[in-house]
């Protein structure tokens, strides 16, 4: 285990190194890669022999500072999920950014780009590797300043400066409350060590349990993206590079999943039902409301975004539910939801990250993101129209893909709520049941837009109509991915049952974990449900294959006759007449008016001669905002009226700031002495 670590820290630093040192070109671009793939590989190593042995990993690096409890570096299973993850998607990103990478070239950027792309995937990787409270912060600090810098890869774009301007705020926001999360914590502890802090827990008050959740539920929550902690999402990924988005939609936020579960579970052992309840009410607004405004979206960097909220929302709808199920002490079905949540993580990781790098190789090629000049790509570029609707019909939740799998999971393991006696309980289950079922339809209708629109009919423009195929190393990356989400699918069977032993050994939990799989298929505790991931597929396979034999057998009787389609009495079809992706949408925005509240704008221009004949038609239509516009906007406001208040203590005199040390000192000698009466 100490080589693999070693190596994982070496491959990363040489990465980091070579894109420091070197002027660029091609083999530079690829000692970066390389250093990224051997960091991720051996990672992605040590997670797996961590998982699979139970042995934890173990590592302490001492500090000169007394103060300090030194670094300390401990890997179990559940943070073994989450190394994993990390390895698994950034070993394709590495090896796409090669050639997507080759667009800064001559640019300060690519140095930046290289060095904080190392450095990211080194921090991310060591945050779920942290064993105290020092190493896990410095690491999580690390982690976000890294990704920080990689969203501003792109400096001259004003849209890039704000985005990096949000993403910071709201970054720093929540550590200040992991800050004091963690203070409350280790209130009674010896040291700031996670075992310490796993003993002294049960010590704590209930007022001071529920502060530290309420806490670490607010700072983790802000990097995952939950609403509406989520504004700096759908700015800050379409920002950043396609690869990089790939890895802080795939896993970034997903370690704000990993810190709830290490606080929430591990350390203070679970909670009220109430907990439980929130995290299910938290996750249910915002896979509504992220996929609402996913479909509204005509920028496919944001639609992923905005995606990627309501993914984050199944997630915590699924987290919740195995809170509650823990705090009621039913733990097969608590066991069974947590299951379902990190299998629905590394199945997003895995679609999520092969739609960000498609939706790059569709910028590569045209330069644009607003899929309105898009159109027709399924010809220039079939690999990536492949990958793409490989990973649409993944987060669509259709079979055989992964999504399939992990959704049909999360909505198993509602179901025991809906019967239970306990007040209030089916009416929540099947609360969140609903919202399952409206958000997966409301998904497929996101993604057959995103496809259709992108990929299918005739071009809309010079760009779209003269696109190219990615190149070879952005195509190994998609590939990658997409298999992966096949893999995910039909591997269910194997990966559930560790998947549930780790989360019973992170536990402590006495009892074997659930078996939930055996041979083919998977079955649910009390047998109330079974379903087979292979036997789909085959199903799937033979009736598809059935149906094309059919046509090539019978259809040879009738000759083929290729025509124009009907278009209105028009000869010939013309991008004019297609759909956009602003009108593909505009039936769920008038169904939807209430919480969308859009305001239309039309224009039409007549020909001089005669009214009759019109010369162009303008449309414009935004949708409010709501967080930013009554949330975020007036406390942005009110944060700026009192910086320019306290403007008024910098006078520039060193007597007055002197001044104030002496009266910070003895309001701290005050409080001191007071505590001590």
Known sequence: MMFLFGLMLAGYAFGAAVAVLTPGGGGARRLVAAGAVVGSGAGLGLALEVFISGAPFVLEVPTLLSIADGLAF???????????????????????????????????????????????????????????????????????????????????????????GWYLAMTHAGLALLLAAFLLLAAGAVTTDFGDLRAAAPALSPAARNAVFLLALLGFGSKAGVIPLHVWLPRAHPAAPSHVSALMSGVMIKLGVYGLLRVGLDLLGGGPAWWGALLIGLGALSAVIGVLYALMENDLKRLLAYSSVENIGLIFIGLGTGFLFWSLKVTPAALLALAAALYHALNHAAFKGLLFLAAGSVLHATRTRDMNGLGGLIRGMPWTAACFLTGSLAIAGLPPLNGFVSEWLLFQSLLPGIGSPVPLMAPLMTLAVGVLALTGGLAAAAFVKAFGITFLAIPRSPAAEHAHEAPLSMRIGMGILAVLCAGFGLAAVLILPALAAALAASARIPAPALPLG????????????????????????????????????F?????????????????????????????????????????????????????????????????RSEIVPWFERYLYAPLVTRIRRWGIQTRAIQSGSAHAYLAYLVVALVGLLALLLVRQM
């Not at 990787?125 to 190493?135: D, F, M, Q, R």
């Not at 890869?153 to 004003?158: A, I, L, R, S, V």
């Not at 041979?519 to 449900?529: H, I, S, T, V």
């Not at 169904?591 to 039409?604: C, G, N």
């Open 555 to 619: 259809g040879r009787r009738r000759p083929l006759r290729i025509s124009e389609t009907w278009g209105c009495g028009r000869v010939i079809q013309t991008p004019r007449m297609e759909y956009t992706s602003t009108a593909f949408a505009e039936p769920l925005r008038r169904v939807f008016a209430e919480l969308y509240r859009p305001t239309q704008d039309l224009s039409i221009d007549f020909h001089p001669d005669s009214k009759y004949f019109v010369q162009s038609i303008e449309y």
């Open 74 to 164: 401990r890997l179990d299973a559940l943070g073994a999920f989450f190394l994993g993850l990390v390895g698994l998607v950034a070993i394709p990103c590495a090896i796409y950014g090669v050639a997507y990478s080759e667009a800064y070239e001559g640019r300060s950027s690519l140095r930046l780009l290289g060095a904080m792309l190392n450095l990211f995937l080194l921090t991310m990787s060591l945050v779920p590797c942290a064993g105290n409270v020092l190493t896990f912060l410095l690491m999580w600090e690390g982690m976000s300043l890294t990704s920080y810098f990689l969203v501003l890869t792109e400096t001259d774009e004003p849209d890039t400066i704000q985005a990096g």
């Open 518 to 553: 055996s041979g083919l298929a998977l079955f649910m505790p009390g047998g109330f449900a079974r379903m087979s991931p292979i036997l789909v597929a085959v199903g799937l396979a033979l009736t598809l294959g059935g149906s094309w034999l059919g046509v090539r057998v």
